[in-house]
């Protein structure tokens, strides 16, 4: 039986990806912070289900996990927690982008590389770093942050394919960089998106179908794939202004009005 490890499993794409290789008839460990969720899966999943807790803003639990799966043989490995936040940059809260970055890159960094040593060892292995179509933008105003850590999660993940390419390695990763998704992000990112987002099942379908044809970066929908395209077309200045302001229609105060 097969084994897949997924981070962030408890909402959003990461459970909706737990859920798809179930059906497959994979093993499963899920790692989240809310354990009562967590709980709910392994009941769901049964016998074949493993849960591990473990908050991921936090780099010593990060190395924990891997000792935890050392003795694990993982087939895939979904590389998904990660979270937003928005706003004009000299008001955002500090200690929230410090740990988004903590999770989005720390953490995707640590399990990367820890789970990708694992899978080169063995010879085979298939690797998705989930990132969004913010990492392939040059710069988001009032969300600078978090389109940064998404750029790190691109920029990381082609340069390691490219590498395992010219080492002749079986090992497959690739990166999944989709624009808004119907998920919990919203929420935690404080934004109401300016754009309708796609469902979680249509964004995973389009990353299996991506994995499938081995894909290095892999964008969801035709839409955002066109979008993508064209704005390697424009100037950066006039790329990030836009950028910017879409990234202003998402701000919402807790009212529902738009601050800017």
């Known amino acids: 039986m097969k084994t897949v490890l997924i981070t962030g499993a408890s909402s959003g794409i990461g459970k909706e990806f737990a859920g798809r290789y179930a059906e497959k008839g994979y093993r499963l460990i899920l790692t989240a912070r809310r354990t009562e969720i967590l709980d709910y899966m392994k009941e769901k999943y049964g016998a074949e289900c493993?849960?591990?807790?473990?908050?991921?803003?936090?780099?010593?639990?990060?190395?924990?996990?891997?000792?935890?799966?050392?003795?694990?043989q993982i087939d895939i490995f979904i590389n998904n927690a990660g979270f937003g936040t928005a706003g004009n940059f000299l008001e955002t809260d500090l200690e929230k982008e410090i740990a988004m970055v903590k999770v989005n890159d720390i953490a995707m960094h640590i399990l990367f590389k820890g789970i990708l040593k694992k899978m080169q060892e063995r010879g085979e292995g298939t690797i998705v770093n989930v990132a969004s179509s913010a990492g392939l933008l040059p710069g988001g105003p009032y969300m600078a942050t978090y389109y940064a850590s998404k750029a790190?999660?691109?920029?990381?993940?082609?340069?390691?394919a490219r590498e395992l390419k010219e080492l002749?390695?079986?090992?497959?990763?690739?990166?999944?960089?989709?624009?808004?998704?119907?998920?919990?992000?919203?929420?935690?990112?404080?934004?109401?998106?300016?754009?309708?987002?796609?469902?979680?099942?249509?964004c995973v379908s389009a990353c299996l179908f991506g994995m499938n044809r081995k894909k290095t970066i892999i964008v969801p929908t035709l839409r955002m794939k066109v979008a993508m395209a064209l704005s390697h077309l424009a100037p950066i200045p006039v790329l990030v202004s836009m950028t910017g302001g879409q990234q202003k229609k998402k701000i919402k105060d807790r009212n529902g009005t738009g601050k800017a």
């Open 50 to 72: 493993r849960v591990i807790a473990a908050d991921l803003s936090d780099e010593a639990q990060c190395k924990k996990l891997l000792l935890d799966v050392a003795d694990e």
């Open 152 to 160: 790190y999660v691109v920029s990381m993940t082609r340069a390691v």
């Open 168 to 202: 002749g390695s079986k090992v497959y990763v690739c990166a999944l960089c989709p624009g808004p998704v119907d998920t919990e992000f919203n929420q935690n990112a404080d934004v109401v998106f300016a754009l309708k987002g796609i469902t979680v099942e249509k």
